[in-house]
T-cell receptor
Framework: DGGITQSPKYLFRKEGQNVTLSCEQN?????MYWYRQDPGQGLRLIYY???????QKGDIAEGYSVSREKKESFPLTVTSAQKNPTAFYLC?????????????FGAGSRLTVL | GQNIDQPTEMTATEGAIVQINCTYQ??????LFWYQQHAGEAPTFLSY??LDGLEEKGRFSSFLSRSKGYSYLLLKELQMKDSASYLC??????????WGAGTKLIIKP
């Protein structure tokens, strides 16, 4: 089945540590995205990539980094510079469906900083 | 600024009809999306409106009025599995998605 795989599903981190969240897709979609979801807030875009070896900052890129070395993979690193990293992280791809750029999301990774 | 407003929480009864409203103020408009998100899971696409009017898809319908900056999602014949959060998102003039905080829908038997 085609889809998006995020791992790990749950992750605990001590302050000062970097962590990397994996996102792999076999949908053959060009565009990939990382969103952060916090209670009571809308999804916020961290980074996105339209093509291999290229990516752009979203609205809240500070304290995060990404790479796009392969079409299938778009890992997100949460660095120690991110001041409030505890959140639910969603990876997504997009494709056009009847004229709309529709997002398909992975199951998410919940990061908790202890 | 850009803003999407949705009610935080709504309660409805199994078998009934519920309407979830979304109002928006964005820099330009290139379409409005509704996504469903069950607790702890990924959002899934429900509907897309770019022109005024009603789009019907089974038990779910979505309405758009661009002049009023307003949309609603109508859910009919509610089932317990419809208990979820419903996210409204608008694509602005730069094709950036602006997301509402979501409406948590609680279905009671």
């Amino acid at each position: 089945d085609g889809g998006i795989t995020q791992s790990p599903k749950y992750l605990f981190r001590k302050e000062g540590q970097n962590v990397t969240l994996s996102c792999e897709q076999n949908l053959n979609h060009d565009a990939m995205y990382w969103y952060r979801q916090d209670p009571g807030q809308g999804l916020r875009l961290i980074y996105y990539s339209q093509i291999v070896n290229d990516f752009q900052k979203g609205d809240i890129a500070e304290g995060y980094s990404v790479s796009r070395e392969k079409k299938e993979s778009f890992p997100l690193t949460v660095t120690s510079a991110q001041k409030n990293p505890t959140a639910f992280y969603l990876c997504a791809t997009s494709t056009v469906v009847t004229g709309a750029n529709v997002l398909t999301f992975g199951a998410g990774s919940r990061l908790t900083v202890l | 600024g850009q803003n999407i407003d949705q009610p935080t929480e709504m309660t409805a009864t199994e078998g009934a009809i519920v309407q979830i409203n979304c109002t928006y103020q964005t820099s330009g408009f290139n379409g409005l999306f509704w996504y469903q998100q069950h607790a702890g899971e990924a959002p899934t696409f429900l509907s897309y409106n770019v022109l005024d009017g009603l789009e019907e898809k089974g038990r779910f319908s979505s309405f758009l009025s661009r002049s009023k900056g307003y949309s609603y999602l109508l859910l009919k014949e509610l089932q317990m599995k419809d208990s979820a959060s419903y996210l409204c998102a608008v694509s602005n003039s730069n094709y950036q998605l602006i997301w509402g905080a979501g409406t948590k829908l609680i279905i009671k038997p």
